[in-house]
Nanobody, 121 residues
Framework: QVLLVESGGGLVQAGGSLRLSCAAS????????MGWYRQAPGKQRELVAT???????NYADSVKGRFTISRDNAKNIVYLQMNSLKPEDTAVYYC???????????????WGQGTQVTVSS
């Protein structure tokens, strides 16, 4: 079982910055892709950013140039640096990780409990 715990959320004014962290713990063998998603009230959960073990990244168009995803493979932590925050970034942010006992899979996806990010105008 893999446990993901997010931290770093909070209330910030528009234009401000926050850094989210997500640490994986438990019986960890092989973590493949990690990512951040968000869900605003009344909306579906959406992709924010993903990162592979090798560091390749993918971003939603709405956050490109403002958010940066990174990871520490040795510590099994993924980060999301959020700059130039906008009120529309307000949401619960969730991290996920693809994990397998075997190097080549199959992988199961685990989710954190979420952390609230609120951006005031």
């Amino acid at each position: 079982q893999v446990l993901l715990v997010e931290s770093g959320g909070g209330l910030v004014q528009a234009g401000g910055s926050l850094r989210l962290s997500c640490a994986a713990s438990g019986r960890i063998f092989n973590i493949n892709n990690m990512g951040w998603y968000r869900q605003a009230p009344g909306k579906q959960r959406e992709l924010v950013a993903t990162i592979t073990t090798g560091g390749s990244t993918n971003y939603a168009d709405s956050v490109k140039g403002r958010f940066t995803i990174s990871r520490d493979n040795a510590k099994n932590i993924v980060y999301l640096q959020m700059n130039s925050l906008k009120p529309e970034d307000t949401a619960v942010y969730y991290c996920n990780a693809d994990h397998s006992r075997f190097r080549l899979g199959p992988f199961a996806t685990y989710w954190g409990q979420g952390t609230q990010v609120t951006v005031s105008s």
